[in-house]
T-cell receptor, first 114, second 114 residues
């Protein structure tokens, strides 16, 4: 079985400050990890993914995520937050072995204040 | 480039009425297709996925059904809607032959059952 946890319902950060949105996962084999962002009443937009290789993955809009195998984590980061980054963020995982569908976390609301 | 469409964007239906939501993908062939529901509590629930015409896998038993009459068309249906069917319905697609497949989401349909 695979699972993903986003321990924070909401993250508050001031504009210009660095942000981190946390994600931990559990899979039997090696993970494929994804981050998505959702703006109100919109579909999910793909930000970045980790498949293999470099543990630091760079994605859209200045976001990056760091894969940590020992801590089974894949935290989303950005060096300087923008008010327009305020949205709902989802982490997702699937096992690299065989075929399985994506399992999504419950989402973390990011609020960036001016 | 690939594009995914969903319609209608918004729908208000009485309890007991039928439902038909449509999703189409342009710019790719033989995609995997997915239906998700996002309730007010924000989590994503996978309802159905399809790896080919007429091939549907159901993840959650309920009064909804899905069909794939054409390669790039995915339909979500119900014969009689329940209040609990209200939510935001998202369709997604991914490349079939890529193991680390990113799912790309449509704009969604907001369904309110009264």
């Amino acid at each position: 079985a695979q699972s993903v946890a986003q321990p924070e319902d909401q993250v508050n950060v001031a504009e210009g400050n660095p942000l981190t949105v946390k994600c931990t996962y559990s899979v039997s084999g090696n993970p494929y990890l994804f981050w998505y962002v959702q703006y109100p009443n919109r579909g999910l937009q793909f930000l970045l993914k980790y498949i293999t290789g470099d543990n630091l993955v760079k994605g859209s809009y200045g976001f990056e995520a760091e894969f940590n195998k020992s801590q089974t984590s894949f935290h989303l980061k950005k060096p300087s937050a923008l008010v327009s980054d305020s949205a709902l963020y989802f982490c997702a995982v699937r096992d690299s072995r065989g075929y399985s569908t994506l399992t999504f976390g419950k989402g973390t609301m990011l609020l960036v204040s001016p | 480039s690939q594009t995914i469409h969903q319609w209608p964007a918004t729908l208000v239906q009485p309890v007991g009425s039928p439902l038909s939501l449509e999703c189409t993908v342009e710019g790719t062939s033989n995609p995997n297709l997915y239906w998700y529901r996002q309730a007010a509590g924000r989590g994503l629930q996978l309802l159905f996925y399809s790896v080919g015409i007429g091939q549907i896998s159901s993840e959650v038993p309920q009064n909804l059904s899905a069909s794939r009459p054409q390669d790039r068309q995915f339909i979500l249906s119900s014969k009689k809607l329940l209040l609990s069917d209200s939510g935001f319905y998202l369709c997604a697609w991914s490349y079939r032959r890529v193991s680390a497949d990113t799912q790309y989401f449509g704009p969604g349909t907001r369904l309110t059952v009264l």
